[in-house]
Nanobody
Framework: QVQLVESGGGLVQAGGSLRLSCAAS????????MGWFRQAPGKEREFVAA????????YYTNSVKGRFTISRDNAKKMVYLQMNTLKPEDTAVYYC???????????????????WGQGTQVTVSS
């Protein structure tokens, strides 16, 4: 069982930056691929970014490419999402998710993840 706890959300003006963090309880954190998803009110939860077990492979949804950066620190069991040049349409609850390496599923698909955090709210004002 992996417990994930997100932090770093908040209210920011358009054009600003935030850094989200996700702390994992699992001792074998390096065996999990990690992802960030977001869900705006009335919308489906959507993929934002993902990173492979070693950090060598990274994926982003088109709308955040060039603005967001996902990274991880396996020694600290942490994954991060640096968000720059934020836009009002980035407003959502952001969720951290973990996929066990044995799943080897599409990292852009929320159904392929085994564990989820509770989410952190990001609000971008115009």
């Amino acid at each position: 069982q992996v417990q994930l706890v997100e932090s770093g959300g908040g209210l920011v003006q358009a054009g600003g930056s935030l850094r989200l963090s996700c702390a994992a309880s699992e001792g074998t954190f390096s065996l999990y691929a990690m992802g960030w998803f977001r869900q705006a009110p009335g919308k489906e939860r959507e993929f934002v970014a993902a990173i492979g077990q070693s950090g060598a492979i990274r994926y982003y949804t088109n709308s955040v490419k060039g603005r967001f950066t996902i990274s991880r620190d396996n020694a600290k069991k942490m994954v991060y999402l640096q968000m720059n040049t934020l836009k009002p349409e980035d407003t959502a609850v952001y969720y951290c998710a973990a996929q066990w390496r044995g799943v080897a599923g599409d990292l852009t698909v929320k159904g392929s993840y085994n564990y989820w955090g509770q989410g952190t709210q990001v609000t971008v004002s115009s």
